[in-house]
């Protein structure tokens, strides 16, 4: 697709926001009608249960793998130097990374793309904690945490030799990532139909799924129609986010490109979607305890997201419809890291949490001891 008549009108960094604003606004909308999270898919996959959050995320990402793959099939797309196939890739970031990513997601109820949803909401928990996240993925990127992420990240590294594509690394076929997309998608109808979803869960997680698919396809085009270099790359939320901040805070203290336009969008869309479906809605803090839980999820997050090179969308569907190694690995880790953390801090088992059994044992070792001291005049 030709995109001369915008550029002229706009600039090419104009365009390029533009294009990411308008991809934000509908995926935002989507995520937000099919309540598409990731944080509770995990979480009831790991209590043992398939149920409609599970569906969801499967539509989810079945629909950017096998759209992601047939593009690149029908020759309409290349994202071979995208920064997820490109230069290097670090295991030890996607492992560490992702484990404190998912476990971060648990504590503050949502990702980063699920927490900017919210926010637009009313949901005053998803702005604080967003923000929060925000400033530390900026932090670790570029501020005083970038050290500690630097150290940690090459630990570890794949370089690229050819393995940083997983279906290349492995020797599959041209094809293979489309028929993995196509069978991820009929289990993810299979369960859909299962858990009856409703109309909007149906088309709002193919829709989101689809967007991812949106953003690499604009990218791509825009990488040949410009003269200044343009990243090809699709939804992702960690490295935006911190960018959108700065651009907001420091007007040039960030350039004007495809995610300073995203995150706005979805937020936008977000917020459009929940007022017309009548479901805006002020939500705040249940106390102190809350918000310090909270806290560090945002924190774990920002951190995570920066060492695992995406977030639960830019990682989990961006990364994961790329078949990048290091998405993969760090898609896995945060599955891993959030059912461990929902595990250890959510999960009831006989009527109480690990947790609450923590403290209870410890609160009545305190008073047996007491007990036994002896009284001295």
């Not at 099939?73 to 670090?90: E, K, N, Q």
């Not at 109820?109 to 604080?128: E, I, K, Q, S």
């Not at 530390?136 to 970038?146: C, E, T």
Request: hydrophobic fraction near 50%; aromatic fraction near 12%.
């Amino acid at each position: 697709m030709d995109f001369e008549y915008l550029i002229d009108q706009f600039g090419e960094a104009g365009t390029t926001a533009l294009g990411g604003l308008v991809l934000g606004i509908m995926f935002g909308a989507f995520a937000q009608r099919s309540q598409f999270c990731l944080r509770a898919a995990v979480v009831e996959f790991w209590r043992g249960q398939i149920g409609p959050k599970v569906a969801i995320w499967l539509l989810t990402f079945s629909a950017a793998v096998a759209g992601t793959q047939a593009l690149i099939s029908a020759g309409d797309l290349d994202i071979s130097d995208s920064r997820m196939l490109a230069s290097y890739g670090s295991l030890s970031g996607a492992v560490i990374g992702g484990l404190l990513f998912g476990s971060g997601m648990v504590l503050a109820r949502g990702c980063g793309a699920r927490l900017l949803v919210l926010a637009a909401t009313g949901n005053l928990r998803a702005l604080f904690s967003g923000l929060l996240f925000a400033a530390v993925a900026q932090a670790s990127l570029r501020g005083i945490l970038a050290p500690a992420r630097d150290s940690v990240a090459g630990a570890w590294l794949l370089h690229d030799d050819g393995g940083l594509e997983l279906i290349s690394f492995l020797g599959w076929g041209d094809n293979t990532g489309i028929y993995i997309g196509l069978g991820c998608m009929v289990v993810a109808v299979f369960y859909g139909i299962r858990n009856k979803l409703t109309a909007w869960a149906w088309a709002g997680s193919v829709g989101v799924g689809t967007m991812v698919v949106g953003g690499w396809w604009f990218t791509y085009h825009m990488s040949y129609q410009t003269f200044e270099p343009t990243q090809v790359e699709s939804m992702t939320f960690t490295g935006p986010s911190a960018d959108t901040l700065m651009y907001f805070l420091t007007p040039g203290g960030a350039p004007l490109d495809f995610d300073v336009g995203l995150v706005p969008g979805v937020f936008l869309g977000s917020f459009l979607a929940a007022f017309f479906s009548r479901t805006l809605q002020l939500q705040g803090f249940k106390d102190g305890s809350s918000m310090v839980r909270y806290i560090f999820g945002a924190v774990f997050m920002g951190m995570g997201g920066m060492l695992a090179g995406g977030c639960a969308v830019g990682a989990g569907l961006t990364g994961g419809s790329a078949f990048s190694i290091t998405a993969w690995v760090a898609l896995a880790s945060m599955w891993a890291g959030a059912g461990l953390t929902d595990g250890l801090i959510d999960r009831e088992w006989k009527g109480q949490t690990i947790l609450e059994k923590y403290r209870s044992r410890k609160a009545s070792k305190v008073s047996a001891d007491a007990v036994a001291e002896p009284v001295t005049s």
